[in-house]
């Protein structure tokens, strides 16, 4: 599947995989650690996940909207809640920056290896293979209960309602 939905830098961008919708079953995803680990979505079964969805780390707007995922995050701990970031950085470089933001609860994975979580959720950019920024709430029956993909991939996602849905689930 094929959509043009969204932008970077006022030009179009092909994104590749469904669309979806809450309500839906999440679908099943692998991705790296920043120590190379693949993990799937199973490895969070039974917490609530929030899934910030980023380009790069290594641009200043997914590293601010990291920071910011991560600092509401820590307002939450011990709520069963995953937070993740998922981006195509390979995991050197998401531990490089782990080693350099010490006081992560947010967890950095790498979508790199085979474009998995990109494929899956639809947020994979065709011209560039990167991931498109967006935000995912699964619940812990691992059904989508929000789904936000920016329209504009130099904008940040609009959080305050993502953390309102996801208070909604806790």
Do not use: H
Not at 23 to 35: E, I, K, L, N, S
Not at 76 to 87: D, E, N, P, T
Not at 155 to 163: K, R
């Amino acid at each position: 599947m094929e959509r043009k939905v969204t932008t970077m830098g006022g030009n179009w961008l092909t994104l590749l995989g469904p669309e979806l919708k809450p309500g839906q079953r999440a679908p099943y995803f692998a991705v790296r650690t920043v120590d190379l680990f693949q993990v799937t979505l199973a490895d969070f079964q039974g917490r609530i996940k929030f899934i910030s969805v980023i380009p790069s780390l290594d641009t200043t707007v997914c590293e601010r909207q990291t920071q910011l995922v991560n600092q509401q995050a820590q307002r939450l701990v011990g709520q069963k809640i995953a937070f993740m970031s998922i981006s195509m950085d390979l995991p050197f470089a998401l531990k490089r920056w782990s080693l350099e933001n010490t006081s992560l609860t947010v967890e950095l994975f790498s979508d790199s290896i085979d474009a998995s979580f990109g494929l899956a959720y639809g947020v994979l950019i065709k011209e560039l293979r990167l991931l498109n920024r967006a935000i995912f709430i699964i619940d812990r029956d691992d059904s989508i209960r929000y789904v936000q993909i920016v329209a504009e991939n130099y904008d940040l996602p609009d959080l305050e309602q993502a953390f309102n849905i996801l208070k909604s689930l806790t």
